[in-house]
């Protein structure tokens, strides 16, 4: 569909999650509810980030964060501001922007689908023969498309993760990088996917155990032409596999639905020039006329697929489309069947200058009051309109396929005129330039256009970068920075180029007179496109060594970045003849030919020095970095035909590239203070950290830091996650093995055991503190923390005396070993069905026993009894009753009460404790409170009202707290044991206005103000 293209462009520039395990969790137990202002008051002012290597900026309007078992899901439109391509297409949100909410994977497919049969992972097994010796057969097959030599590349974006990946030639995902990321299930694999019978699914899973699937029915398909000078080349194949559901570590379901729209076709434009052949030797020809003909890409999506519907147990999201074109006009929230979010999404459109070609961009985002309909505007859009694009089918374009001045008829370049030189002015057509939110801040973006290190100058290069951005507040400026691209010793660019523009190749034949090669023909091919990828896996087409950004008041903070000389991709050059493989290393590189991509490590911080307004460095951190080994290597091969004697192949020119999982690491950090007085020098202080990792399932994870302290002695804390105290990894467990479950269902974001030691000036390591974390299982099958350990208070231990903790599976149980040294701090001692903590002990405070009830799906805390058992409190607010009394109206907390005379509330007393109840009761149409009342035996008949609501039964000696909620607002009330109670009321927008205390009084109001609305 129309989205393809941009939805590959969205992948290559989206921001990959590589996540590191930092230090064990300060409190395993985290039950305290968000505070209601800050439920309610979720950023709704958008923000932008700016990455400084490439000099693009993002905008991110978020719009709502529906979230479940700890897995948010977030709902909003991105804007990524390079420029916009003359061929660029709108999506779902308009040109420019793309939308948040969903996940998709799809792929870049190279000669043939991975999966056809001749396919580099397809039946015939063609993928095995690039790891092997290679024979002229080989190449003719390459050279003719009939076999795969090139894996096809896939790119997968989902909530905050994104990516790229390859398949092996059995169908096994190889990551680019370590993403956090595991994949389970490849539908190409060719032993359990489609071609053994498999599902047409993919199945990820994060480091929390959460599982994403893709597919399941939720697939695009693309049929794809590519035209060609004497034959059309057709390939039909799965281009995208959306998200269709997310199953949580604790079992709970999200579910994505999807809608179809009637296909789509769209055209890729690409045009060719031969100038009359080259003749040299001892022959002639009368062929010497030029040729031009178009190489277009015609692609049909026949059912295009949109996001409609995501569901769980407590909320439904609905996504509507404009029924003429599918863009996205409105968003619906809904809790229970109930609305209680709506938003709508304006546009403006674009029409070209001969007018054949509109395209529509985001006006603006408005919520709707689900009660009047009245609308608050929460982003309005403004755009450069002083250019606007041209169609997509226009010649008027560089190289990077921005839109240029080109005066030709061609846009091919030195043919007809054609010129491909960027345009500062046309390549800003259209592009975003301000924002203004609902609070009227405005924030605006001014772009010049990409340069690059020249020889004592600055050449213009494609794309766009941010200048400068400025915020403003009832036309107040707030705060502006500038950005500065220039190399501080030259003062000219330090941009470098991921690769220059190439547009031609060159065919040379030789022809044999009286048995001599001495007829020579050559043909010279020009494009109108680059036949390189200008841009590497990370979207990057400009890298800038050095970026410095200033403030107003004229001090600034200086980077300096890892960039393609640091770490070029690298052409593994062979040359193929008399059925040898032969250096190739002295042949021109063809442009086509595949790189080892290193796109992961560049962009990454070398430095970082803090300028004050004197222009001198106060602060400055110095990054060092290393390779990881690489995993899983694919191998990637290209190659072209020289040296063509009366017909016959002689030479083949041809690269290998391989593809692996592999990361640049930060093994070092140190950081300079320089102190000044009226800019003189009077001191400094310098500090430095040390890092190493531990690799596991393709993913480094932080292993030790050490950092030197200022007494000269050295502090370091080592991490051991589940899998480093496994003795050994089984091939299977269940939660009576928590451990091994834990790391074969990839759990292993958080250190088991941290210990932070001392090491002084004569070697010796002496503890100084440990933290271990156990598991066990949970009801639900799950596993969960069960306790917590430290090193005894009164221990002065040396590191060599302490034993690691390790864990060895058994059959059906495992048997652990902790140091005798560690003692026990915490116990988890039991879970609810979805993996809520309901009872924890820590006898090292006042608390001791603490117990936690959850409601509305259970994923919400509603209750917290401190000194008391799960067992032995009860609260009911009638949230969720089932009894047939129970009606909505004005409850006492909450929406839900009981209505009657009586209502009987049970709790059969657990031990010998004494135990009081306390509830609320209506009485002549006024809630009030019951006082804290003795309970004996089993129930306690309530009377004296006509309605109850918030029933608490629980020990004397405990301490109870509740929480009712509005689960897409905040919390609506909370309360404790002596009756004190207060509310939290929201506007039609779920905007916090009122907290009232238990008599009902306002003791805090909420006033917000629109500019303009």
């Keep these: 569909m129309k989205r393809l293209l941009f939805i590959l462009f969205l992948l290559l520039t989206g921001t990959a999650c590589t996540c590191y395990s930092q230090s064990a969790p300060a409190n395993v137990n985290s039950t305290s509810p968000p505070s209601p202002n800050a439920t309610s008051s979720s950023s709704l002012l958008g923000s932008y980030n700016v990455n400084y290597y490439s000099?693009?900026?993002?905008?991110?309007?978020?719009?709502?964060?529906?979230?479940?078992?700890?897995?948010?899901?977030?709902?909003g439109v991105n804007y990524s501001s390079s420029g916009l391509k003359v061929q660029d297409m709108d999506g779902v949100v308009g040109i420019g922007w793309q939308f948040q909410g969903g996940g998709v994977i799809t792929r870049y497919v190279q000669s043939l689908p991975d999966e056809d049969p001749n396919g580099y992972c397809g039946s015939n097994h063609i993928g095995d023969k690039t790891y092997s010796t290679l024979d002229t057969p080989y190449f003719n097959h390459i050279m003719a498309q009939t076999w795969d030599a090139e894996p096809d590349k896939f790119f997968f974006s989902f909530l905050n993760f994104s990516g790229v990946f390859e398949l092996d030639q059995n169908g096994n995902p190889v990551l680019q990088s370590s993403y956090g990321l595991r994949i389970d299930y490849s539908p190409f694999n060719r032993t359990t996917g489609r071609m053994a019978g498999g599902l047409e699914d993919w199945i990820i899973r994060d480091m929390a155990g959460n599982q994403y699937y893709f597919g399941d029915g939720a697939t695009e398909t693309s049929n794809v032409t590519q035209h060609g000078r004497s034959k059309n080349t057709t390939h039909n194949f799965i281009s995208s596999w959306y998200i269709s559901k997310i199953v949580t570590a604790d079992g709970q379901v999200i579910n994505f639905q999807y809608q179809s729209f009637p296909s789509h076709t769209f055209s890729n434009y690409l045009n060719v020039y031969v100038p009359p052949i080259s003749v040299a030797g001892q022959c002639s020809t009368t062929n010497h006329s030029s040729s031009a003909w178009s190489e277009n890409t015609d692609t049909t999506?026949?059912?295009?697929?949109?996001?409609?519907?995501?569901?769980?147990?407590?909320?439904?999201?609905?996504?509507?489309?404009?029924?003429?074109?599918?863009?996205?006009?409105?968003?619906?929230?809904?809790?229970?069947?109930?609305?209680?979010?709506?938003?709508?999404?304006?546009?403006?459109?674009?029409?070209?200058?001969?007018?054949?070609?509109?395209?529509?961009?985001?006006?603006?985002?408005?919520?709707?009051?689900?009660?009047?309909?009245?609308s608050l505007k929460l982003y309005s859009f403004g755009y450069n309109t002083t250019q606007n694009l041209p169609a997509r089918n226009s010649i008027q374009t560089d190289y990077w396929g921005y839109y240029n001045s080109n005066a030709g008829t061609s846009n091919i370049e030195g043919y007809n005129g054609g010129d491909k030189t960027p345009d500062p002015i046309k390549t800003a057509a259209n592009i975003l330039t301000s924002v203004t939110n609902v609070y009227g801040g405005v924030t605006n973006f001014l772009y010049e256009q990409n340069d690059y290190a020249g020889v004592s100058s600055s050449p213009l290069t494609g794309g766009l970068r941010i200048r400068k951005i400025s915020n403003f507040i009832n036309g107040v400026n707030t705060g502006t920075e500038n950005y500065s691209y220039n190399d501080p010793a030259t003062g000219y660019s330090s941009g470098q180029l991921y690769l220059s523009p190439?547009?031609?190749?060159?065919?040379?034949?030789?022809?044999?007179?009286?048995?001599?090669?001495?007829?020579?023909?050559?043909?010279?091919?020009?494009?109108?496109?680059?036949?390189?990828?200008?841009?590497?896996?990370?979207?990057?087409?400009?890298?800038?060594?050095?970026?410095?950004?200033?403030?107003?008041?004229?001090?600034?903070?200086?980077?300096?970045?890892?960039?393609?000389?640091?770490?070029?991709?690298?052409?593994?050059?062979?040359?193929?003849?008399?059925?040898?493989?032969?250096?190739?290393?002295?042949?021109?590189?063809?442009?086509?030919?595949?790189?080892?991509?290193?796109?992961?490590?560049?962009?990454?911080?070398?430095?970082?020095?803090?300028?004050?307004i004197n222009q001198n460095v106060v602060k400055k951190a110095v990054n060092t970095y290393t390779l990881s080994t690489p995993i899983g290597d694919v191998k990637s091969i290209k190659a072209y035909a020289q040296r063509i004697i009366n017909g016959i192949v002689g030479y083949y020119y041809n690269s290998v590239a391989d593809f692996w999982t592999r990361d640049l690491l930060l093994t070092s950090k140190a950081t300079t203070n320089n102190f000044y007085i009226n800019s003189t020098l009077t001191g400094a202080s310098s500090s430095s950290e040390n890092y190493t990792y531990t690799l596991y399932s393709g993913n480094n994870m932080l292993a030790s830091k050490m950092r030197t302290l200022s007494n000269g002695n050295t502090e370091k804390t080592t991490y051991r996650y589940p899998f480093d105290v496994l003795t050994s990894i089984p091939g299977s467990a269940t939660s009576s093995r928590p451990v091994s479950y834990l790391v074969l269902n990839n759990i292993i974001a958080q250190p088991t055991e941290t210990v932070t030691s001392v090491i002084d000036g004569t070697g010796k390591e002496t503890l100084l503190g440990v933290s271990l974390t156990r598991y066990a299982a949970t009801p639900s099958g799950t596993v969960k923390p069960s306790s917590q350990y430290r090193l005894t208070a009164s221990q002065s231990l040396l590191k060599s005396g302490y034993q690691s903790y390790s864990v060895t599976p058994g059959t059906s149980s495992e048997t652990e070993v902790i140091d005798p040294h560690l003692e026990q701090v915490q116990l988890f001692t039991k879970y609810d069905t979805q993996g809520n903590l309901t009872e924890s002990n820590n006898p090292y405070t006042a608390d001791g026993q603490s117990s936690y009830l959850y409601g509305y799906g259970k994923n919400y805390l509603i209750a917290q009894a401190k000194n008391a058992k799960s067992t032995e409190f009860l609260y009911d607010s009638f949230e969720e009753s089932a009894l047939s009394n129970v009606v909505t109206g004005a409850a006492h907390t909450g929406t839900h009460f009981y209505s009657g005379s009586t209502y009987t509330a049970g709790?059969?007393?657990?031990?010998?404790?004494?135990?009081?109840?306390?509830?609320?009761?209506?009485?002549?149409?006024?809630?009030?409170?019951?006082?804290?009342?003795?309970?004996?035996?089993?129930?306690?008949?309530?009377?004296?009202?006509?309605?109850?609501?918030?029933v608490c039964i629980y020990p004397s000696d405990a301490l109870i707290t509740t929480y009712t909620y509005e689960p897409f607002a905040g919390m609506t009330s909370s309360g404790d044991s002596k009756g004190q109670t207060v509310s939290y009321e929201y506007d039609d927008y779920k905007r916090l206005i009122n907290t009232r205390d238990m008599k009902g009084n306002i003791i805090k109001n909420y006033v917000y103000y629109f500019q303009g609305q």
């Design 55 to 75: 000099g693009r900026v993002t905008y991110s309007a978020p719009i709502y964060s529906p979230t479940i078992s700890k897995i948010k899901i977030p709902i």
């Design 301 to 374: 999506i026949p059912v295009p697929l949109y996001l409609s519907k995501i569901t769980s147990s407590i909320f439904e999201v609905d996504f509507l489309y404009n029924s003429n074109s599918p863009y996205l006009v409105e968003i619906d929230a809904l809790q229970n069947g109930l609305m209680e979010y709506k938003f709508k999404l304006n546009y403006t459109s674009f029409t070209s200058g001969d007018g054949t070609q509109v395209r529509q961009a985001l006006s603006n985002i408005q919520q709707l009051s689900v009660q009047n309909g009245t």
């Design 502 to 612: 190439n547009n031609y190749t060159l065919g040379v034949d030789y022809l044999l007179i009286a048995g001599s090669a001495n007829c020579i023909v050559s043909d010279a091919f020009y494009y109108s496109e680059s036949l390189t990828s200008l841009a590497d896996l990370g979207g990057v087409q400009t890298g800038y060594s050095y970026v410095t950004v200033s403030k107003a008041d004229g001090s600034s903070v200086r980077y300096k970045f890892t960039n393609f000389s640091d770490y070029p991709d690298v052409v593994n050059k062979k040359l193929f003849y008399n059925n040898t493989e032969n250096d190739g290393s002295a042949f021109e590189t063809t442009p086509q030919f595949p790189q080892t991509s290193y796109a992961f490590a560049r962009g990454k911080v070398l430095s970082e020095e803090d300028i004050d």
């Design 907 to 950: 709790l059969t007393i657990p031990d010998s404790k004494s135990y009081v109840i306390s509830y609320w009761y209506r009485n002549g149409g006024v809630w009030k409170y019951s006082g804290v009342q003795i309970y004996t035996g089993t129930s306690m008949s309530l009377s004296g009202g006509d309605a109850y609501d918030d």
